[in-house]
């Protein structure tokens, strides 16, 4: 330790602490200035008049809010927003438990399987959302044309007596495409996170399992089911953040349309605040989202270390 | 050429055909290995439902890439005036394909998105490598609650932060800027790769870092010189996901630039490639599989690397 009192330069750069401040310091500093002050600022917009064209930040209270609460558009924009999350949450959390366990056991082609089931979550989310445009196309829809050919549609069609469906014009039959769209985007995403989740089940408990003559439906259910409990919740957490933030997909699809069937609270404050030019009113429908998404996370990450503890 | 056109205009027939020809030497192989005997026949019975069920899943997630391919090359004829999505009526054309990199600003899109991914995957790991060392190893509880401060950052939605960052970017003069997007996608790229590369690095033996440390180097030193080469694959796969979410990103590019030639893929392709109310279709959905085809790749080669991070850094930590 001589060499340290002789040279205190060398001493700081063996030091745990000062070592760890100095790493971590510019990641977090960078990080608060980029996420933390344009929250304090949305918060500012949110109780401010702001717009594109006026810099100067005037305090008018909670006057957005009540504009933006009395406004029944928001309202059923806020509806859209929670329903969409929740309902393809339940889709998305079936499907990627099935390819979980499906993809953590070994099968012949098993690497093309999973390249092409990765390949919705792989693709950016606005291209592939272009591919579904081009699906669910009022005229040329090929899924219309499977089912013109099979029956379900044209003159004495099942589901309409029209030769389409109107995939993105109908209201319930829109809300279903964004809904499915998203499901089949975000499940790999939840799947991949699954798997790490089945991956980490220390072996030996399954051995012991196999053992004591378990069947697959029974270990299945009481020991992989409740043992990834915590790692499920993330991957709710995470898709339902993603879904939350996101607006690519009724951005591309359907702008919101038909009427306001599809808007979600990121598309009409993008709408409001950009594309409207009304800075303050936009900032603050973003912020009615933010509560529910803190409690939820609050909750959330509450259920994942409850469950890790035991 | 020639092989596409005869691969697009049997398109369906050769998908089927390739498939119940692999399945049909799969069986073979079995049975030539353990015999045709009734307990081999009735597992492949048992299995079989197992690749039904992948087979469907696969089928839907592959269904508007299948469509992608197979409308890029048609002709606006076969395409609009007689629609029959499924086969070729009239010969495959490459004329769209050549249109797009021709006549549209498809180029610079590509060329904008490279320049923001890799400026931004350099500026991440700039910051993300020692911020996520010293979560791993250097900080106790105080580095504890700084990860999870980061963790929460990563749930403050983009659609919050957009109108203020947006705001911010004007001010700065960096619309329509690249630099823009450089500086914002951190932002997030920072928090993941962080919680990603800790997972590795808590997989490097710390006997390793000590054996240096006693060999007289530093801990700056030991992080660089020993941590840092052997997570050199963990660091590869962060790299690769770093680069693919600003490919991803939609919601600031569409805000920060709206100049045609500025814009990067994602929000250019769909935005730029279509004139008021006329869809070019197939350029579209060429531009968009030429895209999604890479990344998937990308993405299925990784993937074992990025559950083994995940894993890592929520396991231990």
Redesign the interface.
């Known amino acids: 330790m001589t060499s340290a009192v002789l040279n205190p330069r060398?001493y700081l750069?063996?030091?745990?602490?000062f070592?760890?401040?100095?790493?971590?310091a510019?990641?977090?500093l960078?990080?608060l200035l980029?996420?933390?002050?344009?929250?304090l600022?949305?918060i500012a917009?949110g109780f401010s008049d702001?717009t594109v064209g006026n810099?100067e930040l005037n305090f008018i209270g909670f006057d957005n809010f009540a504009a933006v609460w009395g406004n029944d558009i928001f309202r059923q924009v806020f509806g859209n927003t929670v329903m969409f999350t929740l309902v393809s949450q339940v889709f998305i959390l079936i499907?990627a438990n099935?390819?979980a366990i499906?993809f953590t056991q070994e099968?012949?082609?098993k690497?093309f399987?999973?390249?092409?089931?990765?390949?919705?979550?792989?693709?950016?989310?606005?291209?592939?959302?272009?591919?579904?445009l081009?699906?669910l196309d009022t005229?040329?829809s090929?899924i219309d044309?499977l089912l013109l050919q099979t029956g379900f549609l044209g003159p004495n069609g099942v589901l309409s007596n029209s030769r389409n469906l109107y995939w993105l014009a109908n209201p319930l039959l829109s809300q279903i495409s964004v809904i499915f769209v998203q499901v089949?985007r975000m499940t790999?995403l939840a799947t991949?996170?699954l798997?790490?989740?089945l991956?980490?089940i220390p072996t030996d408990i399954l051995d012991q399992a196999e053992v004591d003559g378990s069947r697959f439906m029974r270990t299945l259910l009481q020991i992989k089911l409740p043992l990834i409990l915590p790692?499920m919740v993330?991957a709710l957490?995470f898709s339902m953040?993603t879904m939350?933030?996101?607006?690519?997909v009724v951005?591309?699809l359907t702008r919101g349309g038909p009427v306001d069937y599809t808007r979600i609270?990121?598309l009409y404050?993008?709408q409001i605040?950009?594309e409207g030019g009304n800075?303050a009113q936009?900032?603050a429908m973003?912020?009615f989202?933010?509560p529910l998404?803190?409690a939820l996370?609050l909750l959330m990450l509450r259920v994942a270390s409850r469950a890790e503890v035991r | 050429m020639a092989l596409l056109v005869w691969i697009l205009q049997n398109f369906w027939s050769l998908l089927i055909l390739s498939f119940a020809t692999l399945l049909g030497l799969r069986i073979a192989y079995r049975l030539r290995k353990y015999g045709a005997t009734r307990a081999e026949l009735s597992y492949i019975l048992r299995r079989s439902p197992f690749y039904l069920v992948v087979l469907i899943f696969c089928f839907f997630a592959a269904a508007p890439f299948l469509i992608m391919f197979l409308h890029s090359f048609k002709t606006d004829g076969d395409l609009y005036r007689r629609p029959q999505p499924f086969i070729y009526r009239q010969d495959p054309t490459f004329e769209h394909l050549e249109s797009l990199f021709t006549n549209t600003a498809y180029l610079d899109f590509i060329r904008n998105s490279v320049i923001v991914g890799v400026a931004v995957v350099i500026i991440t790991l700039i910051l993300a490598l020692p911020a996520a060392y010293a979560l791993a190893r250097l900080t106790g509880r105080w580095g504890e609650r700084a990860g999870i401060l980061m963790f929460l950052v990563y749930l403050v939605p983009p659609t919050l932060l957009f109108i203020p960052v947006f705001r911010i970017v004007v001010m700065l003069g960096l619309k329509d800027s690249p630099l823009a997007l450089i500086v914002v996608y951190p932002s997030f790229t920072v928090p993941f790769s962080m919680w990603l590369l800790q997972g590795f690095f808590k997989a490097v033996p710390p006997e390793l870092e000590e054996a240096a440390l006693v060999d007289g180097y530093n801990r700056v030193e030991a992080f660089l010189r020993v941590v840092l080469p052997l997570s050199l694959p963990g660091i590869i796969s962060t790299i690769v996901f770093t680069f693919t979410l600003t490919l991803h990103e939609f919601i600031y590019a569409l805000v920060f630039i709206t100049n045609t030639s500025r814009r990067t893929l994602s929000v250019g392709v769909p935005t730029e490639l279509i004139l008021g109310d006329v869809y070019f279709w197939q350029p579209l959905l060429a531009a968009a599989l030429i895209i999604a085809i890479p990344v998937g790749f990308a993405y299925n080669l990784f993937l074992d690397s990025l559950v083994q991070g995940f894993t890592m850094g929520a396991v231990k930590g």
């Open positions: 060398r750069m063996d030091d745990r602490r070592v760890g401040v100095l790493f971590l510019p990641a977090l960078y990080i980029l996420v933390g002050l344009p929250f600022l949305a917009f702001v810099t499907f099935i390819l499906i099968f012949t082609g690497w399987a999973r390249f092409i089931f990765i390949l919705p979550w792989a693709t950016p989310v606005s291209l592939a959302a272009i591919g579904w081009w699906m005229k040329y090929p044309y089949w790999p991949v996170i798997m790490a989740g991956s980490s790692i993330i957490l953040i939350f933030g996101d607006m690519t951005y591309v609270i990121g404050s993008f605040g950009i800075l936009g900032a973003a912020l989202a933010f998404l803190l996370a």
